[in-house]
């Protein structure tokens, strides 16, 4: 569902809704949809809750590589 034209074009319009009242070096510039789920249980969050950058870092170095190589 992520890769429909309408859901990228919705989430697309929230980004730049959500840029309006932020500075230049705090906006968000590139972004990807990711189908994945986030949870404990796949060692992407903790028990906390809080982000594991290290463990998505990781799993989407792909991802993360082509959004910043597209410079």
Known sequence: MINLP???????????????????????KKHVLIADEWSVGNGLITPTLKVKRRAITAKYKDVIDKMFADN
Request: no cysteine; net charge negative.
């Open 6 to 28: 309408e859901i990228q074009k919705l989430y697309f319009k929230e980004v730049q809704e959500l840029n309006k009242g932020l500075g230049e070096t705090e906006k968000i």
